[in-house]
């Protein structure tokens, strides 16, 4: 019988003052999820021989220079050493120096998602928004980065674990400015992309997507705000003449429960906390943050820098293993027909 093809998988490993190589080692510690894939770090190899000895980790790299050397072999990790920085830096604090080549290991990693032959899906250890701003980077995080490379207009954040998974209408915005987001096209275009992400990377055929309202207990037919009746319901409406499986507006105070429970395969909130705070309240140390609309798999731990703990060996890499892991089904979850999406690199970029 022949072996399945292993996916190919990049890492990059976040701002070098935080805990992302730490946790990125301790979760290729593990053997099987060595096995499970063919992996490529991205990053500089300073900072690995430096949180080896910190953490007393083993692993064994191939070094390479050129992405058509990557090994295949459980016992070596491929690395490719962009070499930006020098070691050691300072742990726990926001740097100029870490934001721009967190930015770097980000570039090189959409460099060779071109290609099929290269990389098929990214898991992103975390990076600071504070240090890339320091670094005079105009981004806000890894999602804009991907998005705007791949020129992806469509792109939803998902937050996903065992038995929830959340996608988020909005983001990172201020809450007084929410209520004029949420509009139907906005709305229509979560739904849709939370159904092909559930149908084709996570292989469920009718996904059953339950809906929030952004309102409290859903406006209750217009009392408490008119949002849902003037977005939100039409655009469920479309949904439901496209086939979509999708329920609600439901109140956010319910639902979340319901979904955990089996009733639905996704729900998708308003904003920001709507979302955050039920999943993280019960899945902090192995939720994993998923963009959707990238014509690749993304996944990244579901936490961030955690320079309170970086570089004192205390950092969990659970939700790392969890990322990696989800981006392993994800990826080989796929159609296998070839896909090679075009990056976008702004000319003042060119140089770098």
């Excluded at 979760?27 to 007393?56: C, K, M």
């Excluded at 439901?240 to 089996?262: H, L, M």
């Excluded at 963009?291 to 955690?306: E, I, K, M, N, Y």
Aim: hydrophobic share 40%; proline share 5%; with cysteine.
């Amino acid at each position: 019988m022949k072996q399945k093809k292993k996916v190919r998988i990049g890492i990059t490993l976040g701002d070098p003052a935080g805990i992302g190589t730490e946790i990125t080692l301790k979760a290729l510690q593990d053997p099987r999820i060595r096995e499970s894939a063919t992996f490529l770090l991205i990053g500089d190899y300073g900072a690995v021989i430096h949180t080896q000895r910190q953490i007393g980790c083993n692993l064994n790299f191939h070094i390479i220079s050129d992405i058509g050397k990557l090994r295949l072999s459980e016992e070596l990790v491929n690395f490719l050493n962009l070499g930006n920085v020098t070691f050691p830096v300072p742990h726990g604090q926001a740097d100029a120096r870490c934001g721009k080549v967190a930015y770097e290991y980000i570039n090189m990693a959409c460099l060779l998602l071109r290609s099929s032959e290269s990389l098929q899906g990214l898991v992103t250890a975390p990076i600071s928004k504070e240090a890339m701003r320091l670094a005079g980077c105009e981004f806000h995080g890894h999602t804009n980065i991907l998005a705007q490379r791949f020129k992806a207009r469509y792109v939803r954040m998902m937050f996903a674990a065992e038995k929830l998974r959340v996608v988020l209408v909005t983001v990172h915005t201020a809450l007084r400015n929410v209520p004029d987001m949420i509009t139907k096209k906005e709305v229509m275009d979560s739904i849709f992309a939370t159904h092909r992400a559930l149908n084709i990377h996570f292989r469920i055929k009718r996904p059953r997507i339950a809906i929030c309202g952004l309102n409290p207990h859903a406006s209750e037919n217009g009392l408490f705000g008119n949002e849902e009746r003037s977005q939100i319901i039409p655009a469920i409406e479309a949904a439901r003449a496209q086939k979509v499986k999708i329920e609600g507006p439901f109140p956010a105070d319910t639902i979340f429960w319901q979904a955990k429970d089996g009733a639905f395969d996704a729900v998708i909130a308003m904003y920001h906390d709507q979302a955050c705070i039920p999943f993280k309240t019960l899945y902090f140390e192995k939720g994993v943050n998923v963009t959707l609309g990238l014509p690749f798999v993304r996944t990244s731990p579901d936490h961030g820098t955690a320079f309170s703990l970086a570089g004192q060996n205390k950092a969990d890499p659970e939700s790392m293993i969890a990322a990696i892991r989800m981006a392993v089904e994800m990826t080989s979850n796929m159609p296998r027909k070839r896909f090679k999406p075009k990056v976008y690199v702004p000319d003042k970029d060119r140089s770098r």
